[in-house]
């Protein structure tokens, strides 16, 4: 997409976060804030930084005057104040206590946005549990394709070839893929369908990990996909089909695509959801094929979600030293030698994962090992193995912490509840079980339908106060979303509650209507929709 000045841009200068152990602010807890803010913004990172987007059109700040008068707030926030941050913007100081968090923010896009290194890894686990259920855990030999190259779905083709499959992925925009390509994130670049296939179908014969990015629009290729009778074995989505106003219509390039939207915006949300409609005509086609088709960011064909117990941990060395990731790595596979999959994925990302930023890592911990983890990581900080503190949290993908308001109601026989009560409610408790900062974020800005999703970071700096911290926060974080799946009535969920003792006071509401996980995935949560 052209990138064109606004009132955004207006003052724009690169940003880059502070590295070494010299901060700007009274602690580590506000200097964490500060740092991953700025990190979000690296152009290493952000998708678009002189806009202050983080990514889709998730806003670190509202403009850069407000970015500028958050860096000047949280320089000199005290240790018993919480700054309030609303849609991007600093609007009030508290005097609180020191173990609460710093920063509340709500509708601000994420300040522990990592870049394609915490996307890549949810989607290398989304792959892999994709695998697992369908392909007995082998990839070799088999085809996946997606839709969409930015800033999640340019992670896809990375993610594939770490599980050993072959991948196409298709964007309208050569310069997503050119992007991909050059991160090393994407293997080669073509513009021509028939190239394309003519490198799969060698890589799938010879079952070969390899990356294509094709030049080209889903509205065309994934219906010229299924008349050839070319038939992915796992078919998923990145594109804008949940959002007609940024879906590039078929037979426009980006340019006149820009130019249209802003000449005539009817005619082209008219022109996109004809574009939409012949696309997933070709998805439908080809999941009638046997291609295994789902989307694991929406409500729309089927979802791969988490272990009750399990969530994504991302941790960010202050640092900005490489030694102290690879510290922790160190950690990670000394502490949890059986986790065949952690360790699979550590020694990968070593190898294959480039730094974005700061230096960050992201794994898949279940409930009792994340809190386990961070206490161990707090033990290396007052232990002078680190050369600084680390931050660590999760972003709001997990599905436990993404709901739609628009999605008011659910029926649960003896009344309702609202679904969009979740996110806030894990927010409330992140808040008060003293996390660094909490955030209360619009999803839907990101193009995951019209949704609210919550992110936390606790910073583990060696003291015994963040220990007590880490060790409330962490598990809590997991425990809400093992309650909300119990409350929902999986009874895996409920049957882990009472293994873990986090009380559940009353039986599933869905009581009458229980839902259980897949007989082939027993440690994935199936979602009702799938193959829907």
């Known amino acids: ?183 090393g994130y994407c293997d080669v670049m073509v513009n021509d369908l028939d190239e394309a296939l003519r490198i799969l179908k060698n890589a799938v014969r010879k079952r070969e990990a390899t990356s294509v990015g094709l030049v080209g629009n889903c509205a065309d290729v994934i219906p010229a996909l299924a008349r050839r009778g070319i038939v992915p074995d796992l078919l998923t989505d990145q594109t804008s089909a949940k959002d007609p106003g940024r879906y590039i219509p078929r037979e426009l390039n980006v340019k006149q695509a820009s130019e249209l939207r802003e000449k005539d915006p009817e005619a082209y949300r008219s022109r996109a959801l004809e574009s939409i409609a012949r696309h997933a005509d070709g998805v439908r086609e080809l999941r009638r094929l046997g291609s295994v088709v789902f989307n694991y960011e929406s409500n729309d064909i089927g979802t791969f979600t988490d272990r009750p117990d399990g969530k994504h941990l991302r941790v960010v060395a202050l640092s900005g030293e490489p030694a102290d990731i690879h510290r922790i790595d160190k950690l990670l596979l000394e502490m949890f030698p059986g986790d065949e999959s952690l360790s699979r994925w550590i020694r990968l990302a070593q190898k294959r994962v480039r730094f974005q930023g700061l230096p960050a890592r992201a794994c898949l911990l279940g409930y009792g090992e994340r809190a386990k983890f961070g206490l161990a990581l707090n033990e290396l900080a007052a232990r002078g193995e680190l050369k600084a503190p680390i931050a660590m949290g999760r972003g709001h993908l997990d599905g436990s912490f993404v709901a739609s308001p628009y999605e008011e109601t659910k029926d649960v026989g003896d009344g309702s509840v609202a679904i969009a009560d979740w996110p806030l409610l894990n927010a409330l408790l992140n808040a008060a079980s003293g996390a660094t900062w909490a955030s209360i974020e619009n999803c839907g800005v990101e193009g995951i339908g019209y949704s609210l999703g919550t992110s936390y970071v606790v910073v583990a700096d060696g003291t ?53 996980l897949s007989d082939e995935e027993p440690d994935k949560l199936a979602d009702k929709q799938e193959g829907s």
């Not at 740092?35 to 806003?59: C, Q, Y």
């Not at 320089?75 to 700054?83: A, Q, V, Y």
């Not at 309650?483 to 873990?500: I, L, S, T, V």
Request: one cysteine or more; aromatic letters at 8%; charged letters at 20%.
């Open 1 to 183: 997409m052209d990138r064109i000045t606004t009132s955004e841009t207006v003052g724009y200068q690169p940003v880059r976060a502070p590295r070494g152990t010299t901060i700007s602010c009274k602690s580590w807890q506000q200097e964490a804030a500060l740092r991953m803010l700025m990190n979000s913004l690296d152009p290493e990172v952000a998708d678009n930084p002189a806009e202050l987007i983080v990514f889709g059109r998730s806003k670190a700040a509202r403009n850069w005057e407000c970015f500028h008068a958050i860096v000047a707030s949280l320089r000199s926030l005290g240790n018993d104040e919480t700054l309030l941050v609303q849609s991007g913007k600093s609007v009030a100081v508290f005097r609180t206590n020191t173990y609460v968090p710093r920063v509340l923010a709500a509708n601000a896009g994420s300040w522990f946005y990592i870049g394609a290194q915490g996307i890549l890894q949810e989607t290398f686990e989304v792959f892999a549990a994709a695998g697992r259920k369908h392909f007995q855990g082998d990839f070799a030999g088999k085809l996946i394709v997606s839709g969409g190259m930015g800033a999640k779905g340019g992670v896809q083709p990375l993610a594939a070839t770490l599980n050993g499959a072959a991948f196409l992925g298709i964007d309208a925009d050569p310069e997503q893929i050119k992007r991909r390509v050059k991160s």
């Open 464 to 516: 015994p106060e963040m220990a007590e911290r880490i060790e409330r926060v962490l598990p809590n974080d997991s425990g809400i979303g093992v309650a909300r799946y119990a409350d929902a009535g999986y009874p895996e969920a409920a049957e882990f509650a009472r293994g873990a003792g986090i009380t559940i006071p009353m039986p599933a509401s869905t009581a009458g209507s229980s839902l259980s």
